[in-house]
């Protein structure tokens, strides 16, 4: 079966797939919704240590940053009995860690922060959940995505639909930490499935240039979930009720078993030839195209192409030679450092100084709807190599800039001057102007800004890396490279609770200046990447290392050779369509 030839009788992105496409990026939508909903589930509410004393609050708690201008952490010790007030105003009394909190909820109505006490010595566990997230990533992109090779992309990514509503739920019933953080994990497992599969999906069903439209629709829906569950949060705020919110539509992608079917690549590499014809003739019939007979019947030809393909895996791409080991180790630290950076920003949003953190968040997917269409005006036009350099450098210096802004500490906001109604107005009307207002003081609009530009760069990165990888990676290890660069991916995601919690243990300059000097740091790698745009993608390990020579001669005649074989194969069909049954 000649599936290559069959993909282009069918049209890069024509009806079928982009139906396809289309469907399989809602449950993407849900689950970008899922991965962000911990910034509102988690989020920490302004507090100060609560008293027990019948003395005023200055003589029981030590000024401090918490609300209403009280210690978050300590307070002083008292003799419960006497309750000598007059030493403790004199400060002439010894301080204690709290052990309760007093929350301020004109924020957040409900948060497992508050409702477990994760403050002050226990801060680290509220990170520890979100970097679970991210571990049950890594896990489900090793598990799952091995498991859909061996028994079908469908089959997991119903799989995964399912534990998602499952997780989902259950996270949301949990009375516990512990049951919370085992929900949070399932869910990271079934983003990867779902994400990973539905992806392969439709991408193996594209032409070369479907399948940058494919990914950017992909990319799109995701930032249309980042700005989805910020108005979900700010109208639902029982974190309980968000949670059932968020998991419910995934019942209703259970239809997609009769809409969506197998991947036909992934049923002709299984010699599962009837059911890939069926899902071909299918697509043909809806792109009103037609599909000559011998297409489908040359059997042997896969047969003949995986026997004569030699094997290489991840070592390979690091033992061959210098250049294709350089190459191999600056993609696997890009993926490193875009997913660090890219959710350090994300998660960090909602948390800038000034504003709303639900329209923070919410402009934060306006930014990287911008970065997508960034992608599809360059991408092509100057090239791959440019987009992740560009994004990567936009973003470290934007971090690092936005670090060293003084943070105005006196916002006059509208939260606290508009009525209900004039504020939810705003809110949805009105979001930029709204967001600028609530930073009428000091540098806040300005630092806002900037990292909204930041996360915009490290969006341009994240949308190219995927497709420059592809194309940098030879054929015999496209998939052994990918995998290992996207686990360095998920490794960077693990960590970057912790490095944002770095803030609350010594100052928030310290975050933002890792992330801006890590996203430099692989700009700059990045120079020194050939690039790939219109040329043609190496299929050998010997490919793969002389591409980096930039050797104009050779590619110049290995695109002319190819150019001739195309049309001297696309003649030969013509003539051969005349006289062929054409299904």
Not at 438 to 459: D, E
Request: proline share 3%; aromatic share 12%; with cysteine.
């Amino acid at each position: 079966m000649k599936f290559e030839e069959i993909l282009k009788r069918l049209g890069d992105f024509e009806a079928y797939q982009k139906i396809q496409c289309f469907l399989l990026s809602l449950p993407i939508f849900v689950t970008a919704m899922h991965s962000l909903s911990f910034v509102f589930i988690g989020a920490t509410p302004n507090f100060r240590c609560k008293s027990h004393s019948s003395c005023l609050l200055n003589q029981t708690i030590p000024p401090g940053s918490g609300f209403e201008g009280f210690s978050k952490c300590k307070k002083y010790s008292i003799n419960a009995s006497t309750e000598d007030c007059d030493v403790i105003v004199n400060n002439m009394t010894s301080r204690i860690d709290c052990t309760e909190w007093y929350y301020d909820d004109s924020m957040y109505k409900t948060s497992l922060t508050a409702e477990w006490n994760l403050v002050c010595d226990k801060i680290y566990l509220k990170a520890l959940v979100q970097s679970i997230y991210m571990f049950g990533m890594l896990i489900g992109a090793i598990v799952l995505g091995d498991l859909s090779d061996r028994f079908g992309r469908k089959k997991i990514f119903f799989f995964s639909l399912i534990l998602q509503v499952v997780s989902g739920l259950t996270s949301a019933a949990a009375s516990a930490y512990v049951p919370f953080v085992i929900g949070r994990f399932l869910l990271g497992v079934s983003h990867s499935g779902i994400y990973l599969s539905g992806f392969v999906i439709a991408m193996e069903f594209l032409g070369n240039r479907g399948k940058v439209y494919g990914a950017m629709l992909t990319h799109f829906n995701f930032a249309l979930g980042f700005m989805m569950v910020s108005l979900l949060a700010y109208l639902i705020r029982v974190w309980q009720w968000l949670q059932i919110v968020l998991s419910a539509p995934g019942l209703l992608f259970i239809s997609y078993w009769w809409l969506v079917p197998e991947s036909a690549r992934w049923l002709v590499s299984k010699h599962r030839y009837q059911e890939a014809k069926q899902v071909i003739l299918k697509a043909a019939k809806l792109n009103k195209v037609s599909v000559p007979q011998h297409f489908l019947d040359h059997q042997e030809d896969v047969k003949e192409m995986a026997h004569k393909q030699e094997k290489a895996n991840a070592i390979d791409l690091l033992t061959y030679g210098p250049r294709l080991r350089k190459n191999a180790l600056i993609l696997h630290y890009t993926w490193f450092v875009v997913s660090t950076v890219y959710w350090g920003l994300s998660l960090s949003t909602s948390a800038l100084p000034g504003g709303s953190p639900y329209i923070n968040l919410m402009l934060s997917g306006v930014a990287e709807i911008g970065s997508i269409l960034f992608c599809l005006a360059f991408m092509n036009r100057i090239g791959r190599k440019f987009c992740v350099t560009f994004g990567m450098i936009c973003s470290g210096v934007c971090c690092i800039v936005a670090a060293y802004i003084p943070v105005n500490q006196g916002d006059v906001t509208l939260t606290y001057i508009c009525r209900p109604t004039c504020h939810y107005l705003l809110i949805l009307l009105l979001p930029i102007y709204y967001n600028l207002l609530t930073s009428v003081l000091g540098y806040n609009w300005l630092i806002q800004i900037i990292v909204y530009i930041g996360k915009s760069g490290s969006s341009i990165s994240f949308c190219t890396v995927f497709n420059y990888s592809v194309e940098l990676f030879p054929t015999v290890a496209r998939n052994a490279g990918i995998g290992f660069s996207s686990m360095c991916a998920r490794i960077g995601g693990v960590i970057t609770p912790f490095i944002s919690l770095l803030g609350e243990y010594f100052d928030n300059v310290v975050p933002m200046t890792i992330f801006g000097v890590m996203a430099l740091s692989a700009g700059l790698l990045d120079l020194m990447l050939p690039e790939t745009a219109n040329r043609p993608i190496p299929d050998t390990l010997e490919e793969a290392e002389n591409y980096a020579r930039q050797d104009k001669e050779y590619y110049a005649n290995g695109s002319q050779r190819e150019s001739e074989d195309i049309l001297k194969l696309d003649t030969r069909n013509s003539s051969e369509t005349d006289n062929d049954q054409v299904l």
